[in-house]
């Protein structure tokens, strides 16, 4: 199976910021990575598939990039309503795979 | 407007069967993939099944034998048949539609039903 890693578990930040989140996977899977939000007791909503395409009515401030096994997700200014857990998934080889998340949250 | 619900979960002992239904309305679900993803209570997201337009299916190792995806294409319900239950099936059960330009990837997700594996 290919193993999903994210990098930071958690952070805390201001409103307004920049937050990078980094995922690796154990193999190459080319650009077969999506990115999801999910809130507290919500499922979770897909910003990006194909690690780089934003999902339709999804805000441009969100982005991704990156190919075989590092990726990036990026808020470019964070506002309150983006206070969640993002999760990589992988989908080049099943079973399709998710990273651990990383919870972001105001300071 | 595409919408997804799901039924079917509860409390129930180890050893024992559920199904789970995810009710689809404003796409068919013969045309598209479905997956069922679980999250334990607290914890991360686990790929459970998926089954394909074709009829293809495909389980995590861990539910392999005991679990079986289906559809209904005149009810446009998908299923989640859980056989030999064990507590560490508990968890919400999510279904979910396949996204058109991204082979995996999955765009609508109903509220999930939990399902408790506990004597």
């Known amino acids: 199976d290919i193993q999903m890693t994210q990098s930071p578990s958690s952070l805390s930040t201001s409103v307004g910021d920049r937050v990078t989140i980094t995922c690796q996977a154990s193999?190459?899977?080319?650009?077969?990575l999506n990115w999801y939000q999910q809130k507290p007791g919500k499922p979770p909503k897909l910003l990006i598939y194909?690690?780089?395409n934003l999902e339709t009515g999804v805000p441009s401030r969100f982005s991704g990039s990156g190919s075989g096994t590092d990726f990036t997700f990026n808020i470019s200014s964070l506002q309150p309503e983006d206070i969640a857990t993002y999760y990589c998934?992988?989908?080049?080889?099943?079973?399709?795979?998710f990273g651990p998340g990383t919870k972001v949250d105001i300071k | 407007e595409v919408q997804l619900v799901e039924t079917g979960g509860g409390l129930i002992q180890p050893g024992g069967s559920l199904r789970l239904s995810c009710a689809a309305s404003?796409?068919?679900?013969?045309?598209?993939?479905m997956t069922w993803v679980r999250q334990t209570p607290g914890k991360g997201l686990e790929w459970v099944s998926i089954?394909?337009?074709?009829?293809?299916?495909y389980y995590t190792d861990s539910v392999k034998g005991r679990f079986i995806i289906s559809r209904d294409n005149s009810k446009n319900t998908l299923y989640l048949q859980m056989n030999s239950l064990r507590p560490e099936d508990t968890a919400v059960y999510y279904c979910?539609?396949?996204?058109?330009?991204?082979?995996?990837?999955?765009?609508?997700w109903g509220q999930g039903t939990l399902v408790t594996v506990s004597s």
């Open positions: 089954i394909y337009s074709g009829g293809s299916r």
């Open positions: 979910a539609r396949g996204h058109s330009r991204g082979q995996g990837s999955f765009d609508y």
């Open positions: 998934q992988q989908y080049d080889i099943l079973p399709l795979t």
């Open positions: 194909g690690a780089s």
């Open positions: 193999q190459g899977i080319s650009n077969y």
């Open positions: 404003g796409f068919s679900v013969s045309n598209n993939y």
